[in-house]
């Protein structure tokens, strides 16, 4: 049975940093592609960060370039997602999502790309 579990959010002030964890299990963690999106009170889930298996070139949505860090580590099958700068509009539910892949070392930024999710941890960022 394939699980991820985010962990890490919270409520912090604008300019805090965050770090959030997708511990995952029941799936060959080295042998996925993972990613990072939220959904915004009011809004539809958005792309944030995907980084493949090795960890190599992560990429991100324009809002948190230069802010947000994703990386993973494979021996304790655990991503991670560094936040840097916390604005106000990054408040949103952060979920976790994997994909296997078993080919090619690249990133998938489309939600419907991944088939497993986590339930997602809550980030408030008050101003």
């Known amino acids: 049975q394939v699980q991820l579990v985010e962990s890490g959010g919270r409520l912090v002030q604008a300019g805090d940093s965050l770090r959030l964890s997708c511990a995952a299990s029941?799936?060959?963690?080295?042998?996925?592609?993972m990613a990072w999106f939220r959904r915004a009170p009011g809004k539809e889930r958005e792309f944030v960060a995907a980084?493949?298996?090795?960890?190599?070139?992560?990429s991100y949505a324009e809002p948190v370039k230069g802010r947000f860090t994703a990386s993973r580590d494979n021996a304790k099958n655990t991503m991670y997602l560094q936040m840097n700068s916390l604005k106000p509009e990054d408040t949103a539910v952060y979920y976790c999502?994997?994909?296997?892949?078993?080919?090619?070392?690249?990133?998938?930024?489309?939600?419907?790309?991944?088939?497993?999710w986590g339930q997602g941890t809550q980030v408030t960022v008050s101003s």
């Open positions: 999502a994997a994909r296997p892949e078993y080919y090619s070392d690249v990133v998938y930024l489309n939600e419907h790309d991944y088939d497993y």
């Open positions: 029941g799936l060959t963690f080295s042998r996925q592609s």
């Open positions: 980084i493949s298996w090795s960890g190599g070139s992560p």
